[in-house]
Structures are given as structure tokens and as C-alpha cells.
């Protein structure tokens, strides 16, 4: 149903239209009319019309002055100008209003009648682009809450550094760079700092949770994670990576508040812990202190940083260099190992320019410790006796130069044991991958069906291909196939047609296609080449 205005002093003028309108549109229309602009604005608003026809000359309020009135609150309304005088007087002013059209008294049924139709057409498209744009967004909503808990859980499992968590945060359209965790739990009661029956109102949260979701993306507009048993892992996104008191206050009376909320809607109590701001590469710590704030912590709402301290450091020490220095050999990298463990070595002689025992062994400590990462992380067989000779070794340096070296080599084999194992994990699965290709890529062997026969995700399989080939799945597939097709071609029974089914393409014409692509010919102009250099190998 299309909704016209006509606005004209002259009633003739109106009924005239009306007449017309009903005679060409029908039921396709509900028409209102005006005498004069005010009560066109009036209408504008109570009628909510898609198209005006208005006059120009009118007393009292001008029709260009009663458009500009109602283009301020409606917007998308079509402007069809009536005048019985030279439309350029007032071309400019239209223009800037945005009237589609000028219709010269006496109007025309014909011109009417396709004026109206262009501006319908004109709605037409308008309405069926904000339908899609609903679609889109309701399909959104829909796919919006897989994403965001599939981050939560890459932050859990993988502690949401990497290619995958960088993912995650460019489909959730994460610009910032740091972020932080809060856990909430939930129970019947909270008594003395614990909650009660945990896994019953676990059950009874989970009919809640779609509400749950929206109080915490309005108060802290955070990443809410599924729920765990009574558990839920929300990750915040930061600007800043120091968190300022009036910041940590500020956090926990919002969080306050939010769990009083949620408490009266759905019966239940809750407790929140609050992790500290990390850089996404680390997410995972702030994660873990979170869970420490919820468990230990004995209020409603714990920041980790109101919780007594353990193992508290020196002011001066360079705790987020050891804690970063660690991270990258859990992570096999070997050459940021070395670069961060000679960071550290820095500040070390800058405290102590002798080689004093405890230079000595803070060295042996971070040997230790790297080593003792890459047995748990690596297929080295750990030998009781293999660290024999260490301390006479440590003891017997007389520079630092002398210990610098030594310790960076060990670091730097710790870190290349692990990421030797990545990277031998790496090339087993996609050998795999790569047999399973060979043996069926007459088929349709997409990336999601091989991922799920060798047991990882699609993701993962594609980063993979990558980083070990060069290439990414769908060329390498392709690469086969096109060799296939090439050594077919020197068979000359065989029909272009067979050969396309033969290297997996359904489609002749898509067949032809990626062949020139890769080769630079068509396939007949292939099999005509090599006919060419048969004839001529006859010759010589």
C-alpha cells in the first residue's frame, strides 16, 4: 500500500487528483489531502505519507517552506511539485529539497499516472533494500553470538593469540588492543563468599542467558561466552593497557550493579571476578586472575588487583619482560627468545655490572624453566642426568659476554625444540591432508570435508596449507587437477568433456576457464600444441 498527500488550496484541484488516482491506482493507494502546508506538515505526521504532491503557490505557508518543514523529521518522502507557473523561479530551492518531479497545471492523467509509477518504482526499491538490510542484520544476530563464544573459547583454549584469535576479533570488528576478562557465577545463594548449588541454578541461568547477554554488552559492552556448567567468561576490549584506580572503581560498581539486575530478573545470585588489562597476545592471563578473583575473592564483585598479592616484585624488576620472554617459547619462537632474553640480560647489567652470584642464577632459572616448557611441549625424552655439568659451567664464567652467550643458546634451544614439534605436527597433517587430496580430487573434495576427515578444523587446516606449502588449499587441489587434465590431453581418445569429469569439474565451460588461467591456453589449444610438437619431433 503506497500512502499519497495532496496538498492544494483549490479543492477542485484535490478532488480532481483524488479522482485520478483512484481511477489508475485503485485499492493500490490510500490517499489524504490538504488545503494548505500547515495541515500538510500536521499529516505528514499523523498519515506518515510516501508521496506529496504539493503546490507551490499556496497562502499562508509556501509549499517550499512546508517541505523543508517535513523533510527535517521524513526524510525518504517523495516530493511531486504542482504549479501553474515556470518551474525554474523555484528549481533551486526543490532541488535542495530533493523533488523528483514538476507536474504543470493542468495536470495530465497520463503524466499523473506515470509520475506516480516511477515514484512508486522508486518505493519500491527502497522497501525491498531495507528488507534485505533486515535480513542481514537479523541473520547477524543470529550468527553474531556463535562468533563471539567461539572467541571466548579460543581465549580459554588458546589463551586468543594467533592467527585465530586475530580472526575472531576482525569479524567482531575489535579495533582496540588490549582487553580484559570477567568471569560471574552463578548459585541459589551467596553465603560467606560461596555460592550455593551451582550446577542446579546453572540450569535454571540457561533460559535466562539470552537476557544475561544483553545486560552485559549494554554495561560493559564485552564478549559473553557460553554457559559453563554456572560459569560465563566475558572479554571486555580496552583502549589503554593501564588500568587507572578511579578506572578499577568505576568497573566494579557497574558490574554491581549489572549483577542486581540480573539477580531480580531471574531469582538467582551471582559473583564476579575482574582479570587485569592484557594486550590480546596474553588475554589468557587476564582470564586465569579473573578466575582467581571469583574463587578466592570473598565479595560480590573482586578485581584481581584488590585480592592480597603473592610473589609480589620488586618495583624495578621486569616482570611483563619475563612473563612476554616465557609466552614466546612456549611458542617456539626461537629468534624472539633470543631478542627478549637479551632484553633481559640488559637490565641485568644495568643493576649489577659484575657477574655476582645472583646474576648467575637468575640465568640457571630461566635455562631451567625454558627447558622444563619445552619437555612439556616438545617430544624431547627428559633425561635425569642431562643438565650434568651446568653449575661447574655457570661458576666457571668469567664475563658477562661469556654467560649472555650460553644462556641464549639454551634459551634459544628450548624455544626451537617446540617449534621443531609444531612444526613436524604441521607437516604431518597436511601430508595427510595432501594424501587424502591426491585420492580424491575427481571428487568434490572441499577444504571442510578433509579438515573433518583428518580431524581438525577448516581454519586450522587452511592457515596450515599456508605456512607449509606456500599456497593455499584450493590451489594446490587445483594444481592436481590441472595436471591431471594436462596428462590426459596426450590421450587423444579421450573427449575434452571426459577430461573435464575426470579432473573433478562439473562444468566444461568452468573447466576451460581455470585451465587458461593456469596454463595460458585452452585445453584444445593444449592438445593442439602437443600435436604440433609431435609433428614436428616426426620431422626432425
Not at 504549479?83 to 503524466?111: C, H, W
Not at 535454571?204 to 542467558?209: A, D, E, S, T, V
Request: net charge negative; charged share 30%.
Amino acid at each position: 500500500m503506497i500512502r499519497i498527500l495532496i496538498c492544494d488550496d483549490e479543492g477542485i484541484v484535490r478532488e480532481s487528483l483524488r479522482y485520478m488516482i483512484d481511477k489508475s491506482f485503485g485499492e493500490e493507494c490510500e490517499v489524504e489531502a490538504a488545503k494548505n502546508g500547515r495541515m500538510a506538515i500536521e499529516l505528514a505526521e499523523t498519515f506518515g505519507p510516501d508521496i506529496i504532491l504539493m503546490d507551490i503557490q499556496m497562502p499562508g505557508i509556501t509549499g517550499i517552506e512546508a517541505m523543508q518543514e517535513i523533510q527535517k523529521e521524513k526524510k525518504n518522502i517523495i516530493f511531486i511539485v504542482l504549479t501553474a507557473y515556470d518551474k525554474f523561479e523555484y528549481s533551486q530551492k526543490s532541488i535542495d529539497i530533493g523533488v523528483m518531479s514538476y507536474l504543470t497545471k493542468p495536470i495530465n492523467r497520463d503524466t499523473l499516472t506515470d509520475t506516480l509509477r516511477r515514484a512508486m518504482k522508486t518505493i519500491a526499491i527502497r522497501r525491498e533494500k531495507k528488507h534485505k538490510e533486515l535480513q542481514v542484520k537479523e541473520k547477524l544476530e543470529t550468527v553474531s553470538p556463535m562468533i563471539e563464544q567461539g572467541y571466548v573459547y579460543s581465549v580459554l583454549l588458546d589463551d586468543g593469540s594467533g592467527d585465530a584469535g586475530e580472526a575472531y576479533r576482525s569479524l567482531l570488528s575489535i579495533e582496540e588492543s588490549y582487553g580484559y576478562a570477567i568471569v560471574i557465577e552463578c548459585g541459589d545463594e551467596l553465603r560467606k563468599g560461596k555460592l550455593t548449588n551451582t550446577v542446579g541454578a546453572g540450569i535454571k541461568l540457561q533460559k535466562h542467558y539470552r537476557y544475561f547477554s544483553e545486560i552485559v554488552k549494554e554495561t560493559t559492552g564485552g564478549i559473553t561466552g557460553a554457559l559453563m556448567v554456572n560459569k560465563i567468561v566475558i572479554i571486555v576490549p580496552a583502549m589503554q593497557g593501564k588500568e587507572q584506580y578511579e578506572e578499577r572503581i568505576q568497573k566494579i560498581d557497574q558490574i554491581r550493579s549489572m549483577l542486581r539486575r540480573l539477580e531480580r530478573q531471574t531469582g538467582l545470585a551471582f559473583k564476579a571476578g575482574i582479570g587485569q588489562v592484557e594486550p590480546w597476545e596474553t588475554i589468557g592471563e587476564s582470564y586465569r586472575s579473573a578466575i582467581e578473583a571469583v574463587r578466592q575473592g570473598i565479595g560480590r564483585v573482586v578485581h584481581i588487583k584488590d585480592m592480597p598479592e603473592n610473589g609480589v616484585c620488586e618495583e624495578s624488576y621486569p616482570a611483563e619482560l619475563e612473563k612476554e620472554l616465557f609466552h614466546v617459547v612456549e611458542k617456539g619462537n626461537e629468534a624472539e627468545a633470543k631478542r627478549l632474553g637479551n632484553e633481559f640480560f640488559i637490565w641485568m647489567k644495568t643493576r649489577n655490572t659484575e657477574l655476582t652470584y645472583n646474576v648467575r642464577l637468575k640465568a640457571m632459572e630461566f635455562v631451567l624453566w625454558a627447558e622444563h616448557i619445552a619437555y612439556l611441549n616438545s617430544n624431547r625424552e627428559y633425561c635425569f642426568n642431562s643438565r650434568e655439568g651446568y653449575l661447574e659451567m655457570l661458576m666457571a664464567f668469567q664475563t658477562y659476554e661469556e654467560l649472555q652467550g650460553w644462556f641464549l643458546k639454551k634459551i634459544g634451544e628450548a624455544a626451537r625444540h617446540i617449534g621443531m614439534k609444531q612444526q613436524e605436527r604441521s607437516n604431518d597433517v597436511v601430508e595427510k591432508a595432501k594424501q587424502y587430496i591426491k585420492a580424491r580430487f575427481q571428487e568434490n573434495v572441499s577444504l571442510e570435508k578433509t579438515a573433518r576427515e583428518i580431524g581438525i578444523s577448516p581454519y586450522y587446516l587452511s592457515r596450515l596449507f599456508k605456512e607449509t606449502q606456500g599456497s593455499s588449499y584450493i590451489d594446490y587441489l587445483t594444481g592436481l587437477r590441472i595436471e591431471y587434465a594436462k596428462e590426459s590431453l596426450a590421450d587423444r581418445e579421450k573427449s575434452i568433456k571426459e577430461i573435464c569429469a575426470g579432473s573433478g569439474y562439473g562444468d566444461p565451460n568452468y573447466f576451460s576457464r581455470i585451465f587458461k588461467k593456469w596454463t595460458g591456453v585452452t585445453p584444445t589449444e593444449y592438445r593442439e600444441s602437443l600435436d604440433r610438437k609431435d609433428m614436428e619431433d616426426e620431422n626432425r
